[in-house]
């Protein structure tokens, strides 16, 4: 099997208990003695094998290979690669059965890591995220007062619309939000704009 490591969290001793996502699943895996095994990280992309699937117990992973990208070694990427599978996990914690989206869209993203902006790749895979759980908002009224929006617009966590006098947030451009949402592309978007989608992002899917 292969999958991506969304989460890890101490068990007994020096055993780990960890969340990755694959094709069609997220799933809690004990791996004996984790702690030694500097594969085991929150990002790394691995194969496994899984043994006591139908036992009583949690499934353990067995045989762990590390799939590697080119920049593994690039502590920059490597940190905002770890914080976004954070908020996978965050996202997906609570399913078990999931469409192959998430974890094709997950592969996308790290086979675009190394050569483009990493923030601009978070920034086109999300709206894609909000285009498959049918999430997009419309822009033309704020989510607080639910009075009209102007040419420029906040954004709340989801990109939920509002006024800056709602939220007190940096303001973008609607039409180029717009644009942005039909294309699922960063492309005509500054890099000021780029960071406040961004650390939108952030708060949460």
Known sequence: MRGFILNIRDAKGEDKIATLITSDKIKKYYRFFGARHAILKVGNLVEFRVEGEDGSYMPRLRELRLIEFPWILNNDKISIWQDLMQLFFTHL????????????????????????????????????????EKRVRDLNECYICQKPLNKLVSLMRGYRPAHIECINSPQIDKLKLENYFKIKKSLYLNDDEIDILYQTIMRGF
Do not use: H, M, P
Not at 95 to 109: Q, V
Not at 111 to 131: A, F, P
């Open 93 to 132: 914690k609570d399913r078990e059965d999931i469409a192959t989206f998430y974890y094709d869209l997950i592969l996308k993203s790290s086979e675009k890591w190394e050569k483009q902006n990493t923030k601009r790749v978070i920034v086109d895979s999300y709206i894609e995220l909000l285009i498959e």
